[in-house]
């Protein structure tokens, strides 16, 4: 499986911006699939953004617009540019990995927290 790590996270004003890093190690070349989620207190898990092996992107309709999903292959990392930040937007935001080794797996980072003031 993978190891993922996010950073990035931290306090801004609305309107403002934030980039998220998840570096990912271990079997890397396993990874088909790479997402941001993002969970506020009392609320369940939301996809945000999804970037596939092929370099495909998808959003949630509440961030089109504003969030970009990016990947450096050299680095091992995806990034979440986030942009016009919105006090709703704050959460903890997760990266995760889907892949597959002798059978599907999913990973999980530990999570950073984003707090957007209005």
């Known amino acids: 499986q993978v190891q993922l790590v996010e950073s990035g996270g931290g306090l801004v004003q609305a309107g403002g911006s934030l980039r998220l890093s998840c570096a990912a190690s271990?079997?890397?070349?396993?990874?088909?699939?790479m997402n941001w989620y993002r969970q506020a207190p009392g609320k369940q898990r939301e996809l945000v953004a999804t970037?596939?092996?092929?370099?495909?992107?998808n959003y949630a309709d509440s961030v089109k617009g504003r969030f970009t999903i990016s990947r450096d292959n050299a680095k091992n990392t995806v990034y979440l540019q986030m942009n016009s930040l919105k006090p709703e937007d704050t959460s903890v935001y997760y990266c995760?990995?889907?892949?597959?080794?002798?059978?599907?797996?999913?990973?999980w980072g530990q999570g950073t927290q984003v707090t957007v003031s209005s």
């Open positions: 271990g079997s890397i070349g396993t990874i088909n699939t």
């Open positions: 995760n990995a889907l892949g597959f080794i002798a059978g599907r797996y999913v990973s």
């Open positions: 970037i596939t092996r092929g370099g495909s992107t």
